[in-house]
Antibody, heavy 124, light 109 residues
Framework: EVQLVESGGDLVQPGRSLRLSCTAS????????MSWVRQAPGKGLEWVGF??????????EYAASVKDRFSISRDDSKNIAYLQMNSLKIEDTAVYYC???????????????WGQGTTVTVSS | EIVLTQSPGTLSLSPGERGTLSCRAS???????LAWYQQKPGQAPRLLIY???RRATGIPDKFSGSGSGTDFTLTISRLEPEDFAMYYC??????????FGQGTKLEIK
């Protein structure tokens, strides 16, 4: 079964750091770009960023709202993607979803596999 | 950044009716990279349509997508109780940032 499982969500104080993990199974993780998407309580979806597969250089892109504070990495040997969140703000409070993105060498695709989400609450 | 505006914000329909949801982009979007998602309370979003008109795996043919340029539509024929949910459009692909529409709530009339 193709699956993504996020972990690491917690209650943290503003200004602190947190790292989320996304463990993949059931597919060749290394072949996919992996995205993170968040959803604040009662709000819509917001793309956070992605990390390309090694085939595309393993580079990253971020939303302006998190650039310079968040970073995404991956360990293809463990099938895990990470979201490192620094200098957390109250407005970063959200459910964070890990999402399977572009397959290597495919041009017609969708963000088709989503984890169940992990909750990050930033509060003093 | 491409802004996606969905309309209406809330759509009230009865089971058996046809639902038409709109997504308008602030600038032209490649049809290859326009998707629609369904989200139910407490659940992760589910991909319905990608490439503007292609149904994702396991999605019934009552869901259809169309459009190009700046105007895209999701149509749900023969609404069933399980179809009442939030729907989001998204543009993605080769030019980040990805953006989502603000969502349309499809509710039972």
């Amino acid at each position: 079964e193709v699956q993504l499982v996020e972990s690491g969500g917690d209650l943290v104080q503003p200004g602190r750091s947190l790292r989320l993990s996304c463990t993949a199974s059931g597919f060749t993780f290394a072949d996919y770009t992996m995205s993170w998407v968040r959803q604040a309580p009662g709000k819509g979806l917001e793309w956070v960023g992605f990390i390309r597969s090694k085939g595309y250089g393993g580079t990253t892109e971020y939303a302006a709202s998190v650039k310079d504070r968040f970073s995404i990495s991956r360990d293809d040997s463990k099938n895990i993607a990470y979201l490192q969140m620094n200098s957390l703000k109250i407005e970063d409070t959200a459910v964070y979803y890990c999402v399977r993105d572009k397959p290597f060498l495919e041009y017609l695709y969708g963000l088709d596999v989503w984890g169940q989400g992990t909750t990050v609450t930033v509060s003093s | 950044e491409i802004v996606l505006t969905q309309s209406p914000g809330t759509l009230s329909l009865s089971p058996g009716e046809r639902g038409t949801l709109s997504c308008r982009a602030s600038q032209s979007v490649s049809s290859t990279y326009l998707a629609w998602y369904q989200q139910k309370p407490g659940q992760a979003p589910r991909l319905l349509i990608y490439g503007a008109s292609r149904r994702a795996t396991g999605i019934p043919d009552k869901f259809s997508g169309s459009g190009s340029g700046t105007d895209f539509t999701l149509t749900i024929s023969r609404l069933e109780p399980e179809d009442f949910a939030m729907y989001y459009c998204q543009q993605y692909g080769i030019s980040p940032p990805y953006t989502f529409g603000q969502g349309t709530k499809l509710e039972i009339k």
